[in-house]
């Protein structure tokens, strides 16, 4: 049996890494009395994701993932932020209804970079 090279083993911890991040999101939203999504399985809208600038979004640990008329739903590492619930408020004055989801910072990130 050959032994398993570093990056087949840097693979597989990034693995478990994400699958505990992803562990805690739900906790996190169960906690917050919020629903989790799993972004690695949620298809994301680019004109959702330009709705709110990288930097606002990155500061406020959020991205904005599905966009329709009257309303955004917005995947979040921590709502009570007061940066994401700046967001949140700029979103909600310019009309938009939004409906938040806890999710990992690892996966919000990758969202950031579509």
Known sequence: MEPASS???????DA??????ERDAKKRAD?????????????ESISAVTLIPQEDA???KLAAIQVSVH????????PSLPEAQEVVKKLDANGKITALYIASLSWI??????
């Open 7 to 13: 990056g087949d083993l840097k693979k597989k911890l």
């Open 16 to 21: 478990i890494n994400r699958e505990a991040e």
């Open 31 to 43: 906690s917050a009395k919020l629903r989790y999504v799993d972004l690695r399985k949620t298809p």
């Open 58 to 60: 990155e500061r406020a």
């Open 71 to 78: 309303e955004v739903a917005i995947a979040v590492y921590d």
């Open 109 to 114: 990130r990758e969202v950031w970079r579509l």
